[in-house]
């Protein structure tokens, strides 16, 4: 198929900044080839403690509470494999990244989906979560800024979770990985609750932010149990992430914050874009506050997601994904990735237009 | 204001209505924006960058360091003056360094580029030495790369 517009890729359209590849060829010629320590280079444990604390002041010591993985997607796998029983039951508030449950069940525990409501802004609250509260209850897993929608947790919404998981003793594993890509406030970091850091697997990564998909590089932040149940894990599976990645990570948190700030910038204005589209079009979105994906309604076009999804891509040539990928809960939903360039969206936006009018 | 520079900056042709919607302000307030901006001066005009080569025009560039004597009272500017009123010179900055003009020229050939620096430029009264150099190729140019623009290079990947 010809001229497809993709709105349904989850990566960034940028390449990752040059003063970031630069420094892994230099690390490359000066022949860093090895192994790294199990937990991940020292010099980028450090530099992920400090930024910490100078994020969101909360102290992780690079020794015992760091662990450096091969993306979040390793991370998450080995903290929930580290963490459950069989039998295990974890909340996972949806639609929410399709990996959660599926790396739940792999890990011998039972994924329990909370449906997440439009009207609250696909917000999750301690009175959604209660009812599917069990005995066999271990941990909840959230993801804010969230994929598919776009939604993120102010730091009272944070806090009553933290609250019901103190209540009911559960781990919280936070999945912040489109944390800097928070356009409405700053991203609060669900470990920096009071309380909190020891209680939750804080996950973050350098795909998103720092456009570094393709080196699979991420972390695992949590207290010295866990994250050292997590490395014997990594360190029988994996060894070590590899030291060309972990090189230009230590680069990215140096001196990459500038060039972030610029695509965050960017991916701003997409959004505030894509999010006037869609209003003008008629298709209801609440503003999404974080990640790059608006989650617009489509009811309004008598179709269901899949269907929308599949007669825009075979008429106009547009492609999103359907709500339902993420979860029963995305019903009547499309997720629309704005991690392209301005002038596709635009296009995007005529197309979706077109599509809607020949409907009627 | 700021905000409107850098995507104006980056597609001078980009309608009011996008940036409206990009800057959530009302198309109004963006049309008065950019009027004022273009008004003080701060917006001096909208350029198209032309890849000339692909264009087969033949069009040589050449950097010319000059030398100056300044003046009383005026110092370089009444020089950089005379220098830059002349159509064939494109750039005229004051440099610190070992020279202080930099002029950057654009002919139809060496030929006529040299005549004009030796016959126009090294004749003004002031200028005491010029230095040519001919540009051979151009790789990058206000921002912007000139050839291998880096392609979408994504694949498919599932979830």
Wanted: with cysteine; charged share 25%; net charge negative.
């Amino acid at each position: 198929m010809q001229d497809v517009i993709s709105l349904g890729v989850g990566e960034p359209d940028f390449v990752t900044p040059w003063s970031i590849r630069e420094s892994c060829v230099y690390g490359l010629e000066r022949g860093y080839t090895s192994y790294t320590a199990n937990r991940g280079m020292p010099e980028l444990r450090n530099e992920i403690s400090r930024h910490f604390v100078r994020r969101h002041e909360v102290e992780y010591n690079p020794d015992t509470e760091i662990l450096v993985t091969v993306g979040v997607s390793e991370a998450l796998d080995i903290a929930l494999r580290a963490i459950i029983n069989p039998g295990d039951e974890v909340l996972i508030p949806e639609p929410c990244y399709v990996s959660y449950q599926a790396c739940t069940t792999f890990a011998g525990g039972v994924p329990v989906p909370v449906p997440a409501k439009i009207e609250n802004e696909f917000r999750i609250t301690p009175e959604e979560l209660q009812p599917f509260l069990t005995t066999k209850t271990k941990a909840i897993l959230i993801g804010y800024p969230n994929n598919p929608t776009g939604a993120i947790m102010e730091r009272e919404d944070l806090q009553k979770i933290a609250d019901f998981a103190e209540q009911n003793d559960l781990i919280v594993i936070s999945d912040e990985i489109y944390g800097d890509l928070t356009y409405k406030g700053v991203h609060e970091c669900f470990a920096a609750l009071p309380k909190m850091k020891d209680r939750t697997i804080l996950l973050n990564g350098f795909s998103k932010a720092y456009a570094m998909t393709g080196w699979r590089i991420g972390y695992a932040l949590g207290n010295p149990d866990v994250i050292g149940a997590m490395t014997k894990i990594h360190q029988y599976t994996m060894l070590c992430a590899p030291i060309t990645a972990q090189l230009a990570a230590v680069e990215a948190l140096r001196h990459g914050e500038k060039y972030m700030k610029k695509m965050v910038a960017e991916y701003d204005r997409r959004r505030k874009l894509i999010y006037d589209g869609f209003k003008k079009l008629g298709m209801d979105s609440f503003e999404p506050g974080g990640a790059f994906y608006i989650f617009p309604n489509i009811t309004s076009s008598g179709l269901t997601s899949e269907e929308f999804a599949e007669k825009l891509i075979m008429s106009e040539h547009v492609a999103l994904v359907p709500g339902t990928a993420f979860g029963k809960s995305g019903a009547g939903h499309v997720r629309c990735s704005y991690a392209t360039g301005i002038e596709k969206i635009s296009e995007a936006l005529k197309r979706i237009e077109h599509f809607l009018t020949k409907l009627h | 204001m700021k905000e409107i520079l850098e995507i104006l900056e980056k597609n001078a042709r980009i309608s009011i209505g996008e940036i409206a919607a990009m800057l959530q302000k009302s198309e109004y307030e963006i049309e008065n924006e950019i009027r004022r901006l273009e008004k003080e001066k701060i917006i001096l005009s909208y350029n198209t960058l032309i890849n000339r080569e692909l264009l087969g025009e033949d069009i040589v560039t050449a950097i010319i360091e000059i030398n100056l004597t300044p003046q009383r009272e005026v110092g370089f500017d009444a020089i950089a003056e005379k220098i830059y009123r002349f159509d064939e010179v494109r750039t005229v900055y004051l440099m610190s360094g070992n020279f202080d003009l930099l002029v950057i020229i654009e002919g139809k050939s060496l030929k006529e580029i040299s005549h004009f620096v030796a016959t126009r430029l090294a004749t003004i009264e002031g200028v005491t030495q010029t230095r040519s150099h001919f540009m051979l190729k151009a790789y990058k140019k206000d921002g912007i790369t000139i050839e291998n623009e880096e392609e979408d290079r994504r694949q498919v990947i599932s979830p």
